[in-house]
């Protein structure tokens, strides 16, 4: 299995809801990361987890909030979000942090509304 | 100023012509260096993966190049199809506080015409 898998493939939210973006990979990896992309540019590093740890935070704002509960899960919990946070939210995995290729998933289509 | 510089922005080619992209990369040192392929609305998806001692890599139709004393790397597309027609973007995992942190160029689209 060298899928990384994410659910909900899109997502439209109003400014008070709270959602969740799932992430699941089941390669052994022990690095997951968020980016998230808007249209037409790279995609940009949210959050890094190094062996369920939170490893790296780009200063993101908290209304994103990761977690980690297992080697195999990441999620992405949304609360309050601004219509500019519409995006494509993407999430990797690698056998460790950084320095090994990334596998990424399909990503979750989000709309703010 | 971007780490990653990727060119063209944009390519527009015939089916069948073989075409070339290219990444320039400013900082070192780096850990390895990365071609993924991105449909529109759709994750990245791998083509090859270098490091710095290795000098070409090959993905059935796609070959990449990495010269590390120029700090440049282009991704040869042969003989190409419909299917081509995607975002192609260069990834280089930097030193950065300590950890390797993959950093992103921002794509060549290319357009298959047939």
């Known amino acids: 299995d060298t899928e990384v898998t994410q659910t909900p493939k899109h997502l439209v939210m109003g400014m008070t809801n709270k959602k969740s973006l799932k992430c699941e990979q089941h390669?052994?990896?022990?690095?997951m990361y968020w980016y998230k992309q808007k249209a037409k540019k790279p995609p940009e590093l949210m959050f890094v987890?190094?062996?369920?740890?939170?490893?790296i935070n780009e200063s993101v704002p908290s209304r994103f909030s990761p977690e980690c509960p297992n080697s195999s899960l990441l999620n992405l919990h949304l609360h309050a979000l601004q219509p500019e946070d519409s995006a494509l939210y993407l999430c990797?995995?690698?056998?460790?942090?950084?320095?090994?290729?990334?596998?990424f998933g399909q990503g979750t289509r989000l709309t703010v509304v | 100023k971007n780490q990653v510089e990727q060119s063209p922005q944009s390519l527009i080619i015939l089916e069948g012509k073989n075409c070339t992209l290219q990444?320039?990369?400013?900082?070192?040192?780096?850990?390895?260096l990365r071609w993924y392929k991105q449909d529109t609305g759709r994750g990245p998806v791998s083509l090859t993966i270098?490091?710095?001692?290795?000098n070409t890599k090959s993905n059935g139709r796609y070959t990449a190049t990495l010269d590390a004393d120029t700090k440049q790397s282009s991704l040869h597309i042969t003989a190409s199809q419909l299917s081509d027609s995607a975002s192609y973007i260069c990834?280089?995992?930097?030193?950065?506080?300590?950890?390797?942190?993959?950093?992103f160029g921002r794509g060549t689209s290319l357009i298959v015409h047939p």
């Open positions: 990797a995995s690698s056998p460790k942090e950084g320095n090994t290729e990334a596998f």
């Open positions: 990834v280089v995992s930097l030193l950065s506080g300590g950890s390797y942190i993959p950093t």
């Open positions: 990444c320039n990369y400013t900082v070192s040192p780096f850990s390895n």
């Open positions: 390669m052994g990896h022990r690095a």
């Open positions: 270098m490091t710095f001692s290795e």
């Open positions: 987890y190094s062996y369920e740890k939170l490893s």
